[in-house]
């Protein structure tokens, strides 16, 4: 575990709080983050941190965070507790795999405010902010049943929690919709960092058929990618756009910026437009949270074709179902 303490604007002997949840109107804000998992991960937990270093540059705030911990609800209860201890005007628990540990510990701390970033809890001083990831994903499913040769597409994942689910069935029942006929290989190998084993199972992905395969992975990406690189195989990155960082092997990127939640939960904050007991959510329709991003060498009618798909999603002609009773492969 690694503890980052405040990066202070002011002393603490400085500081006063009202006894209220938000700082009092001359205080700086004070807000800390749980991140289970690694800041530098080019991935989910790094995009929790750079949201977390948007709420100290744009709403002037104090910060705090501890990364590193282990994704089990015991050591993240523990970790959220220190937190919550220092007396901050929220705590934000980046991924829906601290939902359990957040709703144990916000009860124990009912003068500070928690925001689960792709949670699904709430209380009176709990809400989550959910950045629908499974909408970008329905384009990328719709995308690959476009530009798949093979017929097969498949999809890999790491630790079985629920943004990753909705994400695997949005991807599937975009793949449905334009390509009923595809097969669909997915797992959850149980490890997001793990480069050997993602690249283990993408080569069995490969070997089954699948030319485009969607990884939902963090730091494990590296092993996915060196996979697909050998066996000639696309992929479609998720979060941040991995198309600008190798267009040959990413066909496309499921971005679902989730560093705007945490920054959004903050800026209502200070607004006084915070609630708990809400799960607040950002889709399509804000295009710098969600989109869908496609590789430079996708011809121009499937572009069209998604960009008709995203509008008739954005106007609710099309429902994104993110539910998958399937078979998985077995890590």
Avoid: C
């Avoid at 080019?42 to 990364?67: C, H, P």
């Amino acid at each position: 575990m690694t503890t980052r303490r405040w990066i202070m604007k002011a002393t603490l002997a400085t500081l006063a709080f009202a006894p209220t949840f938000a700082a009092a109107a001359d205080d700086p804000l004070r807000v800390s983050m749980l991140l289970a998992g690694q800041i530098d991960d080019k991935g989910f937990m790094e995009a929790g941190y750079n949201g977390l270093m948007a709420i100290e540059e744009q709403l002037g705030a104090e910060v705090s965070y501890i990364d590193g911990v282990a994704p089990e609800p015991d050591q993240l209860a523990v970790a959220l507790r220190k937190l919550a201890a220092e007396g901050p005007d929220m705590v934000i628990a980046h991924g829906g795999q601290n939902n359990a540990a957040a709703e144990i510990v916000a009860a124990e701390f009912p003068e500070v405010k928690f925001t689960v970033v792709q949670g699904a809890v709430t209380g009176p001083n709990l809400a989550s902010y959910e950045v629908l990831q499974e909408e970008s994903a329905w384009l990328a499913g719709a995308a690959a049943g476009l530009l798949t040769e093979s017929g097969v597409v498949g999809h890999i994942s790491g630790i079985r929690v629920t943004p990753g689910l909705k994400g695997r069935g949005g991807f599937f029942n975009g793949l449905q919709h334009t390509n009923p006929d595809a097969e669909f290989l997915t797992i959850f190998a149980g490890d997001q960092d793990d480069n050997e084993l993602s690249y283990r199972v993408a080569s069995e992905q490969i070997d089954k058929g699948a030319d485009i395969v969607f990884t939902m992975l963090n730091a494990g990406r590296t092993g996915a990618i060196d996979a697909m690189r050998e066996k000639g195989a696309r992929q479609i990155g998720n979060v941040r756009d991995w198309t600008a960082d190798d267009p040959e092997v990413f066909v496309a990127s499921a971005i679902a910026n989730v560093s705007i939640a945490g920054l959004q939960a903050a800026r209502d904050l200070k607004q006084g437009k915070w609630q708990g007991g809400q799960i607040v959510q950002i889709g399509l329709d804000n295009p710098d949270a969600v989109s869908l991003s496609l590789s430079s060498d996708v011809p121009q009618e499937v572009r069209a074709k998604v960009d008709a798909l995203r509008e008739q999603i954005i106007g609710g002609g099309i429902e994104v179902s993110t539910e998958y009773d399937g078979p998985e492969m077995q890590p």
